[in-house]
């Protein structure tokens, strides 16, 4: 099997835009946080606590999405010089690597999504509790 450069370089758009919505989730969820912060110093509630607890969760969940996005989008690069270089034997498993670092970082989106729930279901398991 020969690489050729376009391939590799298929990748950057889609690491782009991943790399938006992380930054997004990221800065939407700092500002989450920071908010939630003041109301628990103020009120001290145990539900801004598990909603607190949710969103480290999720926080570091997309560090860890960034961070696979990073390494990816790297070896995309290696990839490439690889390519142009034409070593073969560097390009394939350069790619393949940073294939399987997007595919961790999408599992990771993936189960944040999931548990970006769990702070709804926090608030809504509180309204029947109090039923």
Request: charge should be neutral; aromatic fraction near 6%; include cysteine.
């Amino acid at each position: 099997m020969t690489l050729e450069v376009s391939t590799p370089a298929l990748l950057f758009p889609a690491i782009s835009l991943l790399f938006l919505s992380f930054t997004n989730r990221f800065l939407h969820l700092s500002a989450l946080i920071r908010q939630l912060h003041q109301d628990w110093l103020e009120e001290g509630d145990a539900l801004l606590r598990a909603q607190i607890d949710n969103l480290r969760r999720r926080l570091t969940l997309i560090r860890a999405m960034q961070l696979l996005g990073a390494f990816s989008l790297l070896l995309c690069v290696v990839s490439m010089v690889a390519v142009i270089a034409t070593l073969q034997i560097i390009a394939i498993p350069s790619f393949t690597a940073a294939l399987l670092l997007m595919g961790g970082s999408l599992a990771c989106l993936c189960y944040e999504v999931w548990i970006s729930g769990g702070a709804l279901r926090i608030l809504l398991n509180a309204v029947e509790e109090k039923r």
